[in-house]
């Protein structure tokens, strides 16, 4: 079952497939070369990246999305409501672009970090279950204790790290290790 649309806007795609295939039989490139390298242009670190499923719940790693934008765009290709961890410094954020969406396909909010009041002030009326956490390890033990089988919890920041030197793919990494640590601790 795809619980996210593709990435790629398929306009965009088929020029490019279309390039692809003209050039290959100009420069007598295999298919198979092509193929990968089409593939390969649509994988992008920490963006929609499923990272596991453990206890029927699919845990994807979106820390890329720093911004409003990025986050409604994830929000744009979700089919179905998730456990929604996000955060850190909203301080310069308008979040009141995503209230509509969110609305509708988050079920869960939890906020990681202590510069959270924009998020707070913007969703804790229209989300129900709206829950304030430390750091990223705590966000996931609390998604993991709401989230029923096939819910997904998605890691969609919205807005930059409260850590000054923290990127993205920092807390990406970090969230995918602390899913593989539960994995870990529930197969055992």
Same mark, same amino acid.
């Given at each position: 079952m795809i619980y996210f649309e593709e990435l790629t806007n398929t306009r965009l795609k /088929?020029? $490019?497939?279309?390039?692809?295939?003209?050039?290959?039989?100009?420069?007598?490139? =295999? /298919?198979? $070369?092509?193929?990968?390298?089409?593939?390969?242009?649509?994988?992008?670190?920490? =963006?929609?990246?499923?990272?596991?499923?453990?206890?029927?719940?699919?845990?994807?790693?979106?820390? =890329?999305?720093?911004?409003?934008?990025?986050t409604w765009f994830t929000f744009q290709n979700i089919v179905k409501p998730v456990i929604w961890i996000a955060g850190g410094n909203d301080r310069n954020s308008d979040f009141k672009d995503l209230k509509s969406i969110a609305k509708k396909k988050v079920k869960v909010l939890i906020c990681i970090g202590k510069y959270n009041a924009n998020l707070k002030k913007t969703f804790q009326k229209d989300i129900k279950d709206f829950y304030e956490v430390e750091n990223l390890e705590e966000a996931v033990d609390t998604a993991a204790f709401l989230a029923k089988k096939d819910d997904i919890v998605l890691f969609s920041p919205a807005c930059m790290s409260d850590k000054e030197d923290e990127t993205y793919i920092e807390r990406g990494n970090l969230f995918t290790k602390t899913i593989k640590n539960l994995q870990n601790e529930c197969h055992q």
């Open positions: /088929k020029p $490019s497939s279309m390039v692809a295939g003209i050039s290959s039989k100009i420069l007598q490139i =295999r /298919k198979e $070369s092509i193929k990968q390298s089409l593939s390969d242009l649509n994988t992008i670190g920490h =963006r929609q990246e499923y990272v596991a499923t453990v206890d029927g719940v699919m845990y994807y790693d979106d820390s =890329r999305a720093e911004n409003v934008n990025a």
